[in-house]
């Protein structure tokens, strides 16, 4: 479907049916697969036929699921997994081996941090961190051994970017893999294989299923990766179950709609919060004060979903707006139809230490918004409520 637009593959990619003729695509909610013979049973392991044999390897509902994923991220091929961090770990077990080194973003996803720090590092693998949007700590950071560069552009809660294309332009040079984990954006507003990334990552527990109600992750590159990290998983099994396959990929056919959605709700919340005298600052990448604005608008098509803002009086005042609320939801997860509010030193980097939360801005009166798909009026009439205790 190659000549197709954007929002046809993600409704028609991947798409087949059954003899039933059913319309919906189908949950193959099995272990395991049948022959019809010992010889067809023997073709299928030795890979001389192709077909499924077991859904811990494939699974026909997984398999839509990937291939429509992969079609919107421009690249050859896909693997699911159970869930982001799954993917993130699979991509890295696949691709990196005892003795290398990893150059990863200080301003990750708290737990991919985690991940690095405390299992990889288990493994005899280098990690070396550095500021996302500075390019030539990246540049300087590279080893003899360094196979891969690993980060999320924008960054989740400030909006930090960096320049894919350049940043490619420099692990091309020097043998180097590029890693990019697009949940934030989703692939409806950026691709970063098309930019010069080799491997893209997701958690589709965000954006993807975008109604909060299934973990779900991916990794998209090249055939040939990509069949390193199918390896990986099939051995290791954290293969997406088909139920969930089946939700992230019905999601796929709204994604593109919701984040237009998403983004215009964000931009108008972010504009609103500006002028609020209570609001020390807003980090939205939508909005020209942004540092990074002119950067963000040159490699991804809207500026998401995610409005931070710093408010006088620290942690304790943070702490009363976001128990001021009525509509919007306290928890940490992001991407969904309902607006969610955090306090990001104390939640998603509450395992950083002080020094490291400083590094990454993460300040006490630091609020984390996902807008969601209310009429932001509404949302805005909460905060504005909640800014007054
Ligand atoms: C949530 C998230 C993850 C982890 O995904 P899970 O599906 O929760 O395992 C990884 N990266 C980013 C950017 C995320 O927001």
């Given at each position: 479907m190659k000549d197709l637009s954007f929002d046809?593959?993600?409704?028609?990619?991947g798409y087949r049916t059954t003899q039933e003729q059913e319309h919906s695509e189908a949950i193959f909610l099995t272990s395991s697969f049948v022959f019809d013979s010992a010889e067809q049973a023997a073709n299928r392991f030795s890979k001389e036929e192709p077909g499924n044999i077991y859904a811990r390897f494939t699974n026909p509902t997984v398999d839509a699921f990937e291939k429509r994923l992969a079609a919107l991220e421009g690249a050859e091929a896909c693997v699911a997994t159970a869930s982001g961090m799954s993917a993130i770990f699979a991509a890295i077990m696949a691709l990196v081996k005892s003795g290398d080194h990893i150059v990863a973003s200080r301003n990750m996803f708290g737990t991919s941090i985690v991940l690095l720090n405390t299992i990889v590092a288990k493994f005899k693998i280098e990690i070396s961190y550095v500021d996302l949007s500075n390019l030539s700590q990246?540049?300087?950071?590279?080893?003899d051994n360094t196979k891969l560069f690993l980060?999320?552009?924008p960054s989740n809660p400030l909006g930090e970017v960096v320049d894919?294309?350049?940043?490619?332009?420099?692990?091309?040079?020097?043998?180097?893999l590029?890693?990019?984990?697009?949940?934030?954006?989703?692939?409806?507003?950026?691709?970063?294989?098309?930019?010069?990334?080799?491997?893209?990552?997701?958690s589709a527990t965000k954006y993807i299923d975008g109604q909060g109600r299934c973990l779900a992750g991916a990794v998209a590159s090249n055939s040939q990766i990509i069949e390193q990290v199918h390896s990986f998983t099939r051995a290791t099994g954290p293969s997406l179950s088909a139920f969930n396959a089946w939700i992230v990929l019905k999601g796929l056919e709204t994604l593109s709609i919701r984040m237009k959605a998403h983004c215009k709700n964000a931009l108008k919340l972010a504009n609103w919060l500006d002028?609020?005298?209570?609001?020390?600052?807003?980090?939205?990448?939508?909005?020209?004060?942004?540092?990074n604005h002119a950067l963000a608008k040159t490699q991804q098509s809207d500026f998401g979903g995610i409005v931070s803002f710093e408010i006088n009086g620290g942690r304790e005042q943070a702490f009363k707006v976001i128990n001021g609320v009525k509509i919007l939801s306290i928890t940490a997860n992001l991407g969904d139809t309902k607006s969610t509010?955090?306090?990001?030193?104390?939640?998603?980097?509450?395992?950083?230490?002080?020094?490291?939360?400083?590094?990454?801005?993460?300040?006490?009166?630091?609020?984390?918004?996902?807008?969601?798909?209310?009429d932001v009026n509404d949302v805005i009439d909460d905060i504005s409520k909640a800014l007054l205790v």
């Open positions: 046809t593959k993600a409704i028609r990619e990246w540049q300087s950071a590279i080893q980060l999320e552009t894919i294309t350049a940043l490619s332009k420099i692990t091309k040079s020097n043998n180097i590029l890693a990019v984990d697009n949940a934030i954006l989703s692939p409806a507003l950026q691709n970063p294989i098309t930019l010069g990334a080799d491997i893209v990552i997701h002028k609020q005298d209570q609001v020390k600052k807003v980090h939205y990448l939508g909005l020209e004060s942004h540092p509010i955090t306090h990001p030193a104390s939640t998603t980097h509450g395992r950083l230490t002080n020094e490291e939360r400083q590094e990454a801005n993460i300040t006490e009166g630091l609020i984390r918004i996902s807008v969601g798909l209310e």
